[in-house]
């Protein structure tokens, strides 16, 4: 309950689950009770990290295992995730041109705001400041679950599809305003436009220290890029070990992370067969149609 633990507390605790036949533990921390927030300790902070610490000992001790959850709160995140990290959506827009016209409208997308508080009703998108981290000393009451700011939503792709079944990618054609520069050949072209945006997702339960974005956890960049952050952790890990005072292990959460690459290749695989098979429905529907 958002890190209020001392030793004398946890040495109680584990030994009444050793002697109750646990095999062991996990940490998770999540937010605290309202009116003892004296007691918090920050997530990671050199207070939690020697509390983690003497649970790590009295774990060894008592031969139990210790599984650590990489968040404090879940899905997994935190204040170190940036907007480039943080977990995506997309939003599909199209358009209609026929023979020898030109797209007068700029292909641009702006996000529209979001804000979804547990229990305050009261707070506003303009009391928040961009980046969501930047709010860190309110976000403890604030209790946010989500906000999407309002932000160009960049374009990921522009794909033409005419009603004689042709093709085109036009992403390549759209400049830095958003203008596309070219005219339709000769048939009904229908064109659609993939941009994306930050969900917004925050993490939930979140203690002091651990609130912020939710990691995206489908990107391999983002997630090497937010398990450096866990340095200190993963070092303390090693040195117990190497002391042979304990042992801890990621949580089962996180499993993963380990074969991210492989389930990655996978997942990659199945988006591009998705997308195609959805681009080959819309294409015959729209031939369909216009038949």
């Known amino acids: 309950m958002c890190n209020s633990v001392n030793s004398y507390d946890l040495h109680a605790a584990m030994e009444s689950y050793s002697k109750s036949g646990l095999g062991g533990l996990e940490i998770t921390p999540i937010y605290g009770v309202h009116g003892y927030e004296d007691t918090f300790i920050k997530f990671l902070s050199p207070e939690w990290m020697n509390n983690l610490n003497y649970t790590l000992q009295e774990g060894k001790r008592l031969d139990l295992g210790v599984d650590l959850a990489m968040a404090s709160g879940w899905p997994f995140g935190g204040p170190w995730v940036t907007p480039d990290d943080a977990c995506k959506y997309i939003v599909v827009k199209s358009y209609l041109l026929k023979e020898g016209e030109q797209l007068q409208e700029i292909v641009v997308m702006i996000q529209t705001p979001l804000l979804r508080t547990v229990r305050l009703n009261n707070l506003t998108m303009e009391q ?12 403890q ?3 946010i679950d989500q906000v999407r700011f309002p932000k160009a939503m960049p374009l990921q792709v522009l794909i033409a599809y005419s009603d004689k079944g042709e093709i085109i990618n036009l992403t390549s054609n759209v400049d830095s305003e958003g203008k596309l520069h070219w005219t339709a050949p000769a048939a009904i072209w229908k064109l659609y436009a993939v941009f994306e945006g930050c969900n917004g997702k925050m993490v939930e339960r979140a203690g002091p220290g651990g609130e912020g974005d939710v990691i995206d956890q489908f990107s391999a960049k983002s997630m090497d890029r937010l398990l450096p952050n866990w340095h200190i952790v993963r070092n303390r890990f090693r040195c117990i070990r190497r002391q042979q005072l304990a ?12 074969c991210r690459y492989s389930f990655g290749a996978v997942l990659d695989r199945a988006i591009i067969t998705w997308i195609r098979n959805c681009c080959i429905k819309v294409t015959k529907s729209f031939a369909g149609k216009t038949s």
Do not use: G, T
């Open 141 to 143: 009451n604030w209790v």
């Open 128 to 139: 928040l400041k961009f980046p969501i981290s930047l709010n860190e000393d309110s976000l």
């Open 247 to 258: 042992s801890a292990s990621d949580a089962d959460s996180c499993n993963h992370l380990r």
